[in-house]
């Protein structure tokens, strides 16, 4: 579904991303974890497409099509999905209209009709009962006076809308005490398919617990260092990121 062959990326003047190799396939889950400034909030937005950075070498193929020209909206529309960080606040636009907008600007960019209101509303009521949020929550501004908790967990209501084939969360764990990261990681389990992958972005080995990865990379100045199964992630909770970087400055 993604491959990624040695990737070059650069903000401003500053080079991030040294030479990134990666392969996702569906029905895949892929942790990439490191310490912090290795670049794996850059994976993230490059994959995505964020026009503050720019590639200046490698290539990023999605669906076996060269995606390095296209816009974020594009790659969106062709079904990759970033969960922020740090998701931006819109006051004055509810959650449901904003999901309405996204969902028809997809719908059209692919040729179809505007999805009917009455299958939106059934879509939303089934989406927000499997993600346990309350449907009062649903008029409210996007984002707008939300929790840490609340805006993550919105962040996989909108995943869980468009369902995209690739799915990015970058540090959705961040800020989340134990009951809101369980919550979060439960949404993202019950949203993993055989025709869709999860690329999981994270400092902590305590998210993999609940969304558990069939791979772990480890990047380090840059690039994938290491890569190994679930196990990777409790050897590094155990020994942090030192070794991993002895081994490769040796």
Same mark, same amino acid.
Request: glycine share 8%; charged share 30%.
């Given at each position: 579904?993604?491959?990624?062959?040695?990737?070059?990326?650069?903000?401003?003047?500053?080079?991030?991303?040294?030479?990134?190799?990666?392969?996702?396939?569906?029905?895949?889950?892929?942790?990439?974890?490191?310490?912090?400034?290795?670049?794996?909030?850059?994976?993230?937005?490059?994959?995505?497409?964020?026009?503050?950075?720019?590639?200046?070498?490698?290539?990023?193929?999605?669906?076996?099509?060269?995606?390095? =020209?296209?816009?974020?909206?594009?790659?969106?529309?062709?079904?990759?999905?970033?969960?922020?960080? +740090?998701?931006?606040?819109?006051?004055?636009?509810?959650?449901?209209?904003?999901?309405?907008?996204?969902?028809?600007?997809?719908?059209?960019?692919?040729?179809?009709?505007?999805?009917?209101?009455?299958?939106?509303?059934?879509?939303?009521?089934?989406?927000?009962?499997?993600?346990?949020?309350?449907?009062?929550?649903?008029?409210?501004?996007?984002?707008?006076?939300?929790?840490?908790?609340?805006?993550?967990?919105?962040?996989?209501?909108?995943?869980?809308?468009?369902?995209?084939?690739?799915?990015?969360? =970058?540090?959705?764990?961040?800020?989340? =005490?134990?009951?809101?990261?369980? $919550?979060?990681?439960?949404?993202?389990?019950?949203?993993?398919?055989?025709?869709?992958?999860?690329?999981?972005?994270?400092? +902590?080995?305590?998210?993999?617990?609940?969304?558990?990865? =069939?791979?772990?990379?480890?990047?380090?100045?840059?690039? $994938?260092?290491?890569?190994?199964?679930?196990?990777?992630?409790?050897?590094?909770?155990?020994?942090? +990121?030192?070794?991993?970087?002895?081994?490769?400055?040796?």
């Amino acid at each position: 579904m993604l491959k990624i062959e040695n990737l070059h990326a650069r903000v401003e003047d500053k080079s991030i991303l040294k030479g990134i190799n990666l392969e996702v396939n569906p029905g895949e889950v892929h942790a990439i974890m490191g310490p912090n400034g290795s670049g794996k909030s850059t994976l993230a937005s490059v994959i995505a497409g964020k026009e503050d950075y720019e590639v200046t070498k490698g290539k990023i193929i999605f669906n076996n099509e060269d995606i390095d =020209d296209l816009a974020a909206e594009e790659r969106a529309h062709k079904g990759i999905f970033l969960s922020f960080q +740090y998701p931006v606040e819109i006051p004055g636009v509810s959650v449901t209209n904003f999901m309405k907008t996204a969902i028809n600007e997809t719908r059209k960019a692919q040729g179809l009709e505007e999805m009917p209101a009455k299958d939106l509303l059934k879509l939303i009521r089934d989406k927000s009962e499997l993600l346990e949020i309350d449907r009062k929550f649903l008029s409210r501004s996007l984002n707008d006076g939300f929790s840490g908790g609340e805006k993550k967990r919105n962040e996989i209501f909108q995943m869980a809308m468009l369902e995209p084939q690739l799915a990015i969360l =970058d540090e959705t764990d961040s800020g989340l =005490d134990i009951d809101a990261l369980r $919550i979060v990681a439960n949404g993202v389990n019950k949203l993993k398919s055989k025709d869709n992958a999860v690329i999981v972005i994270t400092h +902590y080995q305590r998210l993999l617990d609940y969304i558990v990865p =069939d791979f772990v990379h480890v990047l380090h100045n840059g690039r $994938i260092v290491k890569s190994g199964g679930k196990e990777l992630a409790h050897e590094l909770e155990e020994k942090g +990121y030192d070794w991993v970087k002895e081994g490769v400055n040796a």
